[in-house]
């Protein structure tokens, strides 16, 4: 059955019960066909979420869902194409054509590698961090269900929530708290990210500046170390992800406070502990799960805080050792340099995009199994209900002939993003990353 033909079967026994036919949405003109349907909102829009239209029922909460779904599309399309972007970018920067595959990548970078590095070279990132503010999850719900007050309510958050400086925190019991601040006076029991100002010979979990006890990568033009240093490092030592630091940190320092409290001046995070949750209304890095609500409106919050999700590009610290023909010749040096730090660039972006695919790829299932469910159960409810004006009537026969299309299409974009995250997978194993 067509979606007009849908509407107008809806239509049929209201309009006959209430007299309609005969007059117009305004009782004053006689009804007109198809035109005069559409004018009195009583047919299905020829629309559909596939062409970014989310207006299908004209009941708030099923919209909602339906926008979630939009939205979904439109998110999972921007990491689908972000990753062929940076693919396409490596594939260029080692000869290859734009749209080469994975495997031939990997290959290309391997043999660019190979011809100037002694040995293997290495990549070490941190977890990519994805959050979602507590505060956009909240209102979405609420616009779906006017039962929700963002005022006063949290989400649950299965991971670690960050509170604001200044604000008043309390962990709980099933959480654990760590404070961060940029202060080089205070110890960095959990972790410096910055630099660390080693005054005493110490090991450098990243780029040593200064003197280096040891074998150094790479050398600058004076002969002090400006790489990874296999030893000891006296100078200074940049980390690009967080790591210890036995001198002064000057960055960002993270420790953990005796008192279970984190000073004014200091950002809090609570981290839930394994199999629990923490109520949240700051930003959430890990699992959101909004409060409770409509069915639908629960499935859309959820997959809107997956969709919402902000990934940000690690840091990377490199390891490897150039061979010493390219080290003595300054072109094939500073050649390889230039394109290591594009590529360096390119694997952080698909770390990045990698994380946020696989929220991506989890609110998928989410979204179909919903509109299998929830969904579909709302519609049932409400038409059973009975007491329902035609247009009403009308739109939940739109949106119930909507969920198929809905479901093909959130999973049609899953499988588009599962594809392209395995090509950055090869790629980004040749330098022991992508698992």
Not at 222 to 230: H, I, K, L, P, T
Not at 404 to 429: C, F, H, M, R
């Amino acid at each position: 059955m067509n979606r007009k033909l849908s509407g107008i079967y809806f239509l049929s026994a209201a309009a006959l019960a209430v007299g309609i036919f005969g007059a117009g949405c305004d009782d004053k003109s006689p009804l007109g066909g198809d035109e005069l349907l559409k004018q009195c909102g009583l047919v299905c829009s020829d629309q559909h979420v596939a062409d970014g239209y989310a207006s299908i029922s004209g009941v708030a909460s099923l919209d909602a869902f339906f926008g979630s779904v939009v939205r979904f599309n439109g998110a999972a399309s921007g990491v689908t194409d972000g990753i062929r972007g940076e693919l396409d970018a490596i594939a260029l920067s080692v000869g290859l054509k734009a749209g080469a595959s994975g495997a031939d990548i990997k290959a290309k970078v391997a043999a660019q590698i190979a011809a100037n590095v002694d040995g293997s070279l290495t990549i070490k990132a941190e977890p990519p961090k994805c959050s979602v503010t507590a505060k956009a999850t909240l209102e979405a719900q609420a616009q779906c269900d006017v039962d929700v007050d963002p005022g006063s309510a949290t989400v649950k958050c299965e991971g670690s929530c960050d509170v604001q400086a200044g604000a008043q925190v309390d962990c709980g019991a099933d959480a654990t708290v760590t404070c961060t601040v940029t202060d080089p006076s205070v110890k960095c029991d959990l972790g410096c990210k910055g630099t660390c100002q080693l005054d005493v010979a110490a090991k450098c979990e990243g780029t040593c500046h200064g003197d280096c006890t040891g074998t150094c990568s790479v050398k600058d033009a004076s002969g002090q170390c400006a790489g990874s240093c296999s030893g000891t490092c006296k100078g200074s030592c940049e980390l690009a992800a967080s790591g210890s630091c036995s001198g002064s940190c000057h960055g960002s320092c993270s420790y953990t406070p005796p008192s279970g409290k984190c000073d004014a001046s200091a950002q809090a995070h609570c981290s839930a502990k394994a199999g629990a949750s923490v109520d949240c209304k700051g930003s959430c890095s890990g699992s959101v799960t909004p409060p409770s609500a409509k069915a639908e409106c629960q499935a859309s919050a959820k997959a809107d805080a997956s969709v919402n999700a902000e990934c940000t590009p690690p840091s990377l610290n490199v390891t490897f050792q150039l061979k010493a023909t390219v080290a003595a010749d300054a072109t094939a040096s500073a050649k390889f340099t230039a394109w290591l730090e594009g590529f360096k660039g390119h694997v952080s972006a698909l770390v990045a995009l990698q994380a946020k695919a696989q929220g991506l790829a989890t609110a998928a299932t989410d979204l179909a199994g919903s509109a299998e469910g929830a969904v579909k159960g709302s519609i049932t409810d409400l038409q059973a209900k009975g007491g329902l004006d035609l247009k009403t009537t009308v739109g939940l026969g739109c949106a119930l002939s909507e969920v198929p299309n809905a479901i093909a299409l959130v999973k049609s974009a899953g499988e588009d993003v599962t594809t392209n995250v395995q090509g950055a997978v090869t790629v980004l194993g040749s330098v022991g990353l992508g698992s």
